[in-house]
């Protein structure tokens, strides 16, 4: 995989599959504000991750996603 972006959502995506995790941990972490890395708004636009109250979780589509491109 060639694309860092799409290295960074596996990424961003790995950390939400044990469970899902507080919304300002998330964005602690994944939030940019550099317009070449926008890993947490390319995963929302995809459907791979939702936004539920102050949790944030991998949605069926970035679990099978995840699954797809990480075997797991």
Do not use: F, Q
């Not at 947490?40 to 970035?62: D, M």
């Amino acid at each position: 995989m060639s694309d860092p972006i799409e290295a960074l959502i596996l990424d961003l995506l790995e950390s939400l599959a044990p469970k899902p995790r507080a919304y300002s941990d998330v964005m602690e972490a994944w939030r940019t504000s550099c317009p070449r890395l926008p890993v947490w708004e390319e995963a929302n636009e995809r459907g791979l991750i939702k936004r539920h109250g102050s949790l944030v979780a991998l949605t069926p589509v970035g679990g099978e996603y995840l699954a797809e491109h990480r075997g797991r």
